[in-house]
């Protein structure tokens, strides 16, 4: 059985119920929306996945693999939200980051790296947790800044 829905980036798609993701808890900001599909529409060429709604054509976050731009990123096992969820009674989960593409200015493009998304594929469930135990940051920017602790504490308003 498929499912049909409109994206206001990819048009009508059609998909299988199986390639339904469950999000329970929802994404942060967007508590309502509890499914999902991971669309590559680079057909693998690209680092980048979209996660789009199903039930909101206008809802879609680009994800992508947090190991191909920080190769020593990693989860505490002992990490609460991962305790809550016993993960470690099941196979280990992928995990993705939200990718902030700033409009105004792409060369501020960042990855999240302190709420990852946490996708259990033999379930074809996915958790947005946020890290207690890390001190990761919420803005990782892909390409080198400015390195002024001035322009830093103007971005964040003086936090990170």
């Known amino acids: 059985m498929s499912i049909r829905f409109f994206s206001s980036r990819f048009g009508e798609l059609e998909v299988s119920e199986e390639k339904i993701i469950s999000v329970p808890e929802g994404i ?3 508590p309502d929306y509890h499914r999902y599909v991971l669309l590559d529409p680079s057909g693998g060429t690209s680092s ?5 709604a199903v039930d909101s054509p206008d809802l879609a976050f680009v994800i992508t693999d947090p190991l191909q ?4 990123y ?4 002992s990490e609460p ?3 809550r969820l016993g993960a470690s009674s099941k196979p280990p989960p992928a995990l993705f980051v939200i990718v ?3 409009a105004d200015n792409p060369d501020k493009t960042s990855i999240n790296l ?3 998304l946490v996708y259990f594929a033999n379930e074809n469930v996915l958790y947005q947790i946020v890290l207690e135990k890390a001190d990761w940051p919420i803005r990782y920017y892909l ?3 400015e390195s002024s602790e001035a322009s830093k504490a103007a971005e964040t308003g003086g936090m990170e």
Do not use: D, K, Y
């Open 28 to 30: 942060i900001g967007f």
């Open 48 to 52: 980048f996945l979209w996660l789009q």
């Open 114 to 116: 302190l709420a990852p």
């Open 74 to 77: 990693h989860i505490l096992a």
């Open 100 to 102: 902030t593409v700033p």
């Open 81 to 83: 939200a991962l305790e």
């Open 143 to 145: 390409l080198p800044q």
């Open 69 to 72: 731009f920080v190769p020593n």
